[in-house]
């Protein structure tokens, strides 16, 4: 694993000292993978790409994340039949973000969440109803995609043992868990890019949504 020092992994991933800081006390297996070497910490390059995403814990990115939401927001909620605005009417649990150890492309990142929706279905489908609104989007300064995704617990009882399971499908990947909160709009935000081909979609095992939603995305 290749490390470099503090300076140049301030210039490679362009985040402040107290930035990345903050990010490995939040992430102390991370931390871990960190070294001294003659009296100065080296950090992994490979974990540069954990500051490539909007996931996540600086925040001047939550309150970039906010104000482009709120703006969707608006633009949305003015188009009363969009999908969009229907998806934000509804009850959702988390808003997620999935950075991929691996460098995964659009299609990689469609199988991933498919595969972990039916791993989740699977586990709890008998027992609660289960919606999951993904998005593909590219890091900012590489060639590789991450997923954003809504994800709605009918059985609040089982919403713990839900993350644990995500966090186990994806126990080498980066995963960031948010209580869900519609007033940060996290629906229109991760429709930002919009909605094409394999850079979407809506699962959910609750057959009465599936005709109501498939209209609109017609």
Same mark, same amino acid.
């Given at each position: 694993m290749k490390r470099e020092n503090l300076k140049e992994f301030i210039k490679r991933t362009k985040a402040s000292k107290s930035t990345i800081y903050r990010f490995y006390k939040r992430n102390e297996e991370l931390?871990? %993978?960190?070294? =001294?070497? *003659?009296?100065?910490?080296? @950090?992994? +390059? %490979?974990?540069? $790409? *954990? @500051?490539? #995403?909007? +996931?996540? !814990? &600086? %925040?001047?990115?939550?309150?970039?994340? %906010?104000?482009?939401? /709120? $703006?969707?927001? =608006?633009?949305?909620?003015?188009?009363? &039949? #969009?999908?969009?605005?229907?998806?934000? *009417? /509804? &009850?959702?649990? !988390? @808003? +997620?973000?999935?950075? *991929? $150890?691996?460098e995964r492309q659009k299609k990689s990142c469609y199988r991933m969440m498919n595969a972990m929706y039916e791993d989740l279905v699977k586990q709890y489908g008998d027992r609660t109803e289960i919606r999951i609104f993904f998005t593909t989007e590219q890091f900012n300064n590489r060639n590789s995609y991450h997923n954003h995704l809504v994800l709605y617990v009918s059985n609040k009882k089982l919403e713990e043992q839900v993350v644990e399971s995500i966090n186990e499908f994806f126990m080498y990947d980066r995963t960031d868990f948010k209580v869900y909160d519609k007033y940060k709009a996290g629906i229109f935000y991760a429709c930002k890019d919009g909605l094409v081909s394999e850079d979407w979609d809506i699962l959910f095992n609750n057959d009465r949504e599936k005709e109501r939603l498939l209209d609109l995305d017609n």
């Open positions: 931390w871990s %993978e960190s070294k =001294i070497k *003659y009296g100065k910490r080296l @950090f992994p +390059i %490979e974990h540069a $790409k *954990y @500051f490539d #995403s909007e +996931i996540m !814990f &600086d %925040e001047n990115q939550v309150l970039r994340l %906010e104000n482009h939401s /709120m $703006k969707n927001l =608006i633009d949305c909620l003015m188009d009363k &039949d #969009s999908l969009q605005q229907t998806l934000w *009417y /509804m &009850d959702w649990s !988390f @808003f +997620i973000t999935v950075a *991929y $150890k691996a």
